[in-house]
């Protein structure tokens, strides 16, 4: 019911908050806890509600599945992608920290890619696995060729930023496609985090994005700007320099980072009048 308590599920009588996704809460229910992922008001300990928890992923079988919808996405925007036969594994919380959803890790000999798999954390709902995938499919593609499978090596160490926001940037085209729980807010999250990596990553390369008018193109213009001795992403053949022979581990990704929305859910308003429909992003949104 709309003018029921998104607690008790009582009708509001008295005092209440309405929450800024419009839920409204009676005062003998507050304080309330806003869920780590969707930002909705819920009383569990473990600081997911009941919707999230009840969706969260625990093995790899479950993941895979989700990752179907991404990569048929991904066919829309990069027609005949090879991303479909990187394993996808969902692994301890404790792998990745407090910090990190997700991350994908490769190994290479020289100019060939010995193997590769994308880990994603377990627990996350069902939602937020195929977010962190949109995003690791992105590391998947500067590492390899999306559609020749050519190793390319990402940008370089040096291109953190340029390498996370390109990833991000997915992140965000993903999440605007799918929607889903609080997906304005998780939108925000991402163009709004002040980490310099991620977030300024995102503003750094939003604008090329928009630019290039498509993935295909924004990678091919991030490739363009790579330096000598670096694979060319475009090509998958070396530039002037020397590629060493050994297996060496892919290290200059790092772990996607974790975004919680309810970190940035402006207060509750009490006795608040209901509000407009929340607009839709500014998707060309520029820096």
């Given at each position: 019911m709309a003018d029921s308590c998104a607690i008790c599920g009582q009708k509001i009588v008295?005092?209440?908050?309405?929450?800024?996704?419009?839920?409204?809460?009676?005062?003998?229910?507050?304080?309330?806890?806003?869920?780590?992922?969707?930002?909705?008001?819920?009383?569990?300990?473990?600081?997911?509600?009941?919707?999230?928890?009840?969706?969260?992923?625990?093995?790899?079988?479950?993941?895979?599945?989700?990752?179907?919808?991404?990569?048929?996405?991904?066919?829309?925007?990069?027609?005949?992608?090879?991303?479909?036969?990187?394993?996808?594994?969902?692994?301890?919380?404790?792998?990745?920290?407090?910090?990190?959803?997700?991350?994908?890790?490769?190994?290479?000999?020289?100019?060939?890619?010995?193997d590769m798999v994308v880990q994603v954390r377990s627990g996350l709902p069902a939602f937020e696995i195929q977010s962190v995938l949109a995003h690791e499919y992105g590391h998947v593609m500067l590492v390899r060729h999306p559609t020749t499978g050519a190793f390319t090596g990402g940008l370089g160490g040096t291109r953190d930023d340029e390498e996370e926001g390109f990833c991000e940037v997915l992140r965000v085209l993903w999440i605007d496609h799918a929607r889903g729980p609080s997906w304005e807010y998780r939108v925000k999250s991402v163009r709004d985090n002040p980490d310099p990596v991620y977030g300024g990553g995102f503003r750094r390369v939003w604008p090329a994005y928009v630019e290039a008018g498509s993935v295909t193109r924004f990678r091919e213009t991030l490739f363009g700007q790579v330096a000598p001795g670096v694979i060319d992403g475009n090509s998958g053949t070396?530039?002037?320099?020397?590629?060493?022979?050994?297996?060496?581990?892919?290290?200059?990704?790092?772990?996607?980072?974790?975004?919680?929305?309810?970190?940035?859910?402006?207060?509750?308003?009490?006795?608040?009048?209901?509000?407009?429909?929340?607009?839709?992003p500014d998707i060309s949104w520029r820096q």
């Open positions: 008295g005092n209440h908050v309405r929450t800024s996704l419009g839920e409204l809460v009676c005062e003998a229910d507050l304080p309330v806890d806003h869920c780590r992922w969707c930002a909705r008001v819920h009383r569990r300990p473990d600081h997911r509600c009941e919707l999230c928890a009840s969706s969260a992923t625990h093995n790899s079988r479950e993941a895979v599945s989700l990752s179907r919808a991404v990569l048929q996405w991904l066919e829309g925007h990069i027609p005949g992608h090879n991303m479909g036969d990187i394993p996808v594994e969902v692994v301890a919380g404790d792998f990745f920290g407090s910090s990190s959803n997700g991350m994908t890790r490769w190994r290479s000999a020289g100019n060939r890619l010995v070396e530039r002037d320099g020397h590629v060493p022979d050994e297996i060496v581990i892919g290290g200059s990704h790092r772990p996607t980072l974790a975004i919680s929305p309810s970190q940035r859910v402006p207060p509750v308003a009490r006795n608040a009048p209901p509000q407009d429909s929340p607009r839709r």
